[in-house]
């Protein structure tokens, strides 16, 4: 039976909740006409998006392929895929893009189709993603570029400030255990790898691409009262929305159980790293509420790429 999708693209807000998170905290404008250089993208390429959800990477980097440009988006969902259509007609891409469904493990496309290949945010779900990478170079011309962009997360609690909880060091070896083995466990059981950004460039050059190349996203989210600025503003808008989400804290899902198996985690410690976090959630909300909140945090996201030989 195949598992469902982590992210339940379903909800309304958590669609508007994954595109904001693209579009505004991972790559700036001045990033994606970079990136397009370093992809040597021209008018009349053909790409494809493998796992394009809503299709954000179809949109973003098609349009360096137009004039003349083929674009094809792949996804398992349909539902996602009517949707990318939609946003595809709304930007004037709809002639240029097609949308098929399949899976990237296997893609329905003969060998040597396309002028650029891109999975965004896809191998970090995937329990096979260097099969992902195969099938990806497989399906991409000779010169053409293969590019991931994926979560290179360590386990650790990241890179991260706010004014209203400051961990001890004895809370903060707790939580890079906690990561470290809940990101192990989650690997281990095949529900992907929240660190495969790392892995990626060593398997490109494994595979033979040449010109491997690696920037990561240079988006800090920052927010202070009396949050002034449009960016800040919406930041705190859509925290706010955020937090009024139900947390159950009382509860562990057979997912978060499985993980702390495979990762030799003691169940003793995933309890006291939740009440930890659970007293720092309402701290945050209180913050919030007052408009007193103030931090700042980077996602390691890297945006990995070769070129096929």
Known sequence: MKRRHPIDYSRVKTRREVLIRQRRDLWTPEQVGSLARHFRLKPGMGLLDAGCGFGYALRTWGRFCMPGGKLVGLDRDRKLLAQAARFCTKEGLGKA????TGEICSMPFENNTFDMTLA?????HLAEPE???DEMIRVTRSGGCVAVFDNAMTGSPGSRWNNWHQPTTAERLLMYEVGLRMTDGRR????????VGCHVPAWMEGRGLIDVGVRTNERVVWIAPPYRSPGQRTAYTNTREHMREPVRWDRVSKSESDQMRAGGLARSKFDRCRRRNRLEHRAFRKAMKRRTAAYAWSSPFWCIWGFKP
């Open 188 to 195: 281990k059981v095949g529900f992907g790898d929240w660190s």
């Open 131 to 133: 099969k992902a990478l």
């Open 97 to 100: 893009a097609r949308f098929a």
């Open 120 to 124: 965004h945010v896809v191998f970090c």
